[in-house]
């Protein structure tokens, strides 16, 4: 059995900075391409970043440049350093394989709010 525990959302103000944390089970979890996606309201959920099982990092465009993805394969974890937060960045944060066809059951994501 897989599961995925999203955690370290919280209230921020712009400019500010918060790191997420993404707990993950099942012995394959080294194998896998990991991704943080997002979620905010009334929009579709995107990848914003992702981390392959060596550490090569990929980003959008939104975020490039403020947040940094991380992973630690012995501890079966998945990191995502936000800074420079923006009100735009306000969405639920969620982790999962980042390749499409092998995702696994969703969590429950944590909240990210970005605001005065």
């Known amino acids: 059995q897989v599961q995925l525990v999203e955690s370290g959302g919280g209230l921020v103000q712009p400019g500010g900075s918060l790191r997420l944390s993404c707990a993950a089970s099942?012995?394959?979890?080294?194998?896998?391409?990991m991704g943080w996606y997002r979620q905010a309201p009334g929009k579709q959920r995107e990848l914003v970043a992702s981390?392959?099982?060596?550490?090569?990092?990929n980003y959008a465009d939104a975020v490039k440049g403020r947040f940094t993805i991380s992973r630690d394969n012995t501890k079966k974890m998945v990191y995502l350093q936000m800074n420079s937060l923006k009100p735009e960045d306000t969405a639920v944060y969620y982790c999962?394989?980042?390749?499409?066809?092998?995702?696994?059951?969703w969590g429950q994501g944590t909240q990210v709010t970005v605001s005065s």
């Open positions: 099942g012995s394959r979890f080294s194998l896998y391409h």
């Open positions: 999962n394989r980042a390749t499409v066809e092998y995702q696994l059951g």
């Open positions: 981390v392959t099982p060596v550490g090569t990092t």
